[in-house]
Every structure is written in structure tokens, then in C-alpha cells.
């Protein structure tokens, strides 16, 4: 009997180590981030850092200044540093197969973060995970909210041709967040059943600045009365929006001069927005749990763990998707997501 204990705690030990190779506190992540001055990614940033702080190993953090070079030159010095996990937040997701082969050559597990590379590469190493959300949920809910608005404020068809004349500010050209939010926004007002006509679109980069200068140039192409709608990809665009509707007297608590703006993401200035009834409604781009589950599973697979559903604690599909779902942010629940 005291044999048999004996091995068993042998073999306890044995599972242990061969489980989790590496020390909690002995594990370096070299994280990269595509810029900092992105009010998103700076929330999934900050959420890293708590994130890692809490478990007890060492994040590195730095900003490739929405350069690639910059970016391939930052993940060559980390891989010479021989750090235990890579996190890539990619400046150009269509440029991330040599950030892949990089880390597979070196045998370092990586994991993408907020731009999607390709099938084909996701699918050419073992050690590879993609922390996002499905941008098809946030286009759909972005729409849901102007048709609800509709529904509820027939006022709102200012023309009254039963139609919603919108205007819609796209992110960086080529972001598959871009191009679902847009499409995706534009068939969920169509599946409510309204009939729409599109008065204006242009990407504005996920910038404010960009967007204030985009919706001024619509609103002097269109007149500001003509315009029923803007949908914007994210909350910087919307707020940008709201800017230039400011500047004419809109959206600025006159309930006759308001134009209905909704954004993604529900950044603390969008939630303010929305508590000033400036802006309609948003949609929760989790940058606390993609933050937090990026670093959990750089912790296990560094670690030497197998990195599943009960080590990370969130789903997996495929073996390597990790999708934090959206959710709607409307005037009747904004006030749960102030942080
Ligand atoms: C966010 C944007 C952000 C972009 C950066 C998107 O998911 O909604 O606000 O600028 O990611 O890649
Ligand atoms: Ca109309």
C-alpha cells in the first residue's frame, strides 16, 4: 500500500511537470501592439497588463506605431530574447504569415489579437490561437438599433418617404471588422424591414478626427435635415459624427435637431455621449475579456500546458478561435457598462 502511494505521488508529480513545464513567475510575453493611440486596443492593452500582473508573469508591451516594419523588426528582437509566448495585435492582419512562420521556426506559441489573419495561416501551426469577436454580431445589433429607433420614432423618417436615408463611416479599409460591421449593419435595417438608400460612405481609418472631416463633407453635400441616420464601425467615428453635428446645432439637446448615431465598441466617451443623449446606442466590443483571455492562454502554452476550455476558461472553436461575444448597448442599459 505504501508503495502503490508512493508511486502515485511519483506519478502526480511526473503529470505536473511534464502539465506546466515552466514557473508562473519564470514566463516573459512579448506582446505587440498595432498603434497606442487606438482607443480600443488600448483598452484590450491595459487589460493585458492587469491581466498579467494578477497571474505573476512579465509582459512586455510595445507600440508598432501602425508600421509593419516596425512591427516584424519588434517580434525578430523578442524571438532573439526568446520570450516563452508572443501576442500580436498585427498592424496589417493580410501581412501576418511571416509573423507565424517566425514563431513556428522558434517553436513560440502566438496568439493574434483584434485582426484576423487568414485561414491559411491560422491553420499552419498548432501552436497558434485568435482572440476576437465575431464582427458579423456587431454589424447586425449596430442595425438593430437604428430599425428600433425607427420603429419607435416614425418622426424620424424626416422626409417621410418611408425610407432611412443614412450615412455610413467605415474603419481601415481591408479590417474584416470594416467590412462585416458595414455589410452586416446594412442587411439587419433591411431583415427589419425598412427600405434604405445610402447617401454617403467612406472609411475614416477608425479615426475621429477623420470622421469629423468626412461627416462635414456630407452634411454640406446633403444638408444636415436630408440626413436620417449614421452608422459608424466604431465609437471614435461615431463621436467624430457627432462632432460635426454639433457644429450645426445637432445632436446637441435639441430633441427637433437630432440625428440618430450609433457606434461599436461602448469606449467610455461613447457611454458619456450616450448618458448626454448625443448618441443613440452602441455595441460592447469586450476589450477587458480579450485582453484577459490573451494573456491566459500566452500564460498556459507557455507554460508548456495544453491550452483547452478549462485551463483558459473561455470557449474554444477549433481548436484556435476564441470569440468574446458582443453585446447591444442601448439608452435603457448603457448604465451597467460604466466602468
Ligand atoms: C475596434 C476599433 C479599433 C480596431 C483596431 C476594432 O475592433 O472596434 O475601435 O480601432 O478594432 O483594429
Ligand atoms: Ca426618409
Given at each position: 500500500m505504501k508503495k502503490f502511494l508512493l508511486c502515485l505521488m511519483v506519478l502526480c508529480a511526473v503529470m505536473v511537470s511534464v502539465s506546466w513545464a515552466k514557473d508562473v513567475s519564470d514566463i516573459v510575453v512579448g506582446a505587440c501592439i498595432y498603434?497606442?493611440?487606438?482607443t480600443f486596443m488600448t483598452g484590450v492593452r491595459n487589460a493585458m497588463i492587469a491581466e498579467m500582473e494578477k497571474q505573476g508573469g512579465k509582459l512586455q508591451v510595445v507600440n508598432s506605431q501602425n508600421k509593419q516594419t516596425i512591427q516584424t523588426d519588434q517580434v525578430d528582437a523578442y524571438i532573439t530574447e526568446e520570450v516563452d509566448a508572443l501576442i500580436v495585435n498585427p498592424v496589417?492582419?493580410?501581412?501576418?504569415e511571416p509573423l507565424m512562420s517566425k514563431a513556428k521556426e522558434a517553436d513560440i506559441p502566438i496568439i493574434f489579437v483584434n485582426r484576423e489573419p487568414y485561414a491559411d495561416v491560422m491553420n499552419a501551426y498548432d501552436r497558434i490561437w485568435y482572440v476576437g469577436a465575431k464582427a458579423e454580431e456587431s454589424g447586425t445589433q449596430s442595425g438593430e438599433l437604428i430599425a428600433e429607433y425607427f420603429k419607435a420614432h416614425p418622426?424620424?423618417?424626416?422626409?417621410?418617404?418611408?425610407k432611412i436615408q443614412y450615412i455610413m463611416l467605415r474603419g481601415e479599409q481591408g479590417h474584416q471588422d470594416a467590412v462585416l460591421r458595414t455589410d452586416y449593419s446594412i442587411k439587419a435595417m433591411k431583415d427589419a424591414g425598412f427600405e434604405i438608400v445610402e447617401l454617403g460612405s467612406d472609411t475614416a481609418n477608425w479615426s475621429k478626427v477623420q470622421a469629423t472631416d468626412k461627416m462635414t463633407a456630407f452634411i454640406s453635400e446633403?444638408?444636415?435635415?436630408?440626413?436620417e441616420a449614421v452608422l459608424a464601425n466604431n465609437d471614435d467615428m461615431a463621436l467624430g459624427a457627432i462632432e460635426a453635428l454639433n457644429a450645426q446645432g445637432?445632436?446637441?439637446?435639441?430633441p427637433a435637431r437630432y440625428i440618430p448615431v450609433v457606434g461599436v465598441d461602448a469606449t467610455a466617451p461613447a457611454l458619456e455621449a450616450m448618458k448626454n443623449g448625443a448618441m443613440l446606442g452602441t455595441v460592447l466590443n469586450d476589450a477587458d475579456n480579450q485582453g484577459i483571455a490573451s494573456i491566459k492562454i500566452a500564460v498556459v502554452a507557455a507554460a508548456g500546458g495544453e491550452v483547452n476550455e478549462e485551463t483558459i476558461g473561455y470557449k474554444i472553436t477549433d481548436g484556435k478561435y476564441i470569440w468574446i461575444p458582443y453585446r447591444k448597448v442601448t439608452t435603457e442599459n448603457y448604465q451597467q457598462f460604466i466602468k
Open positions: 498603434k497606442y493611440d487606438d496589417d492582419r493580410t501581412a501576418s418622426e424620424a423618417d424626416k422626409n417621410h418617404d418611408g446633403h444638408g444636415v435635415d436630408n440626413i445637432y445632436n446637441a439637446g435639441d
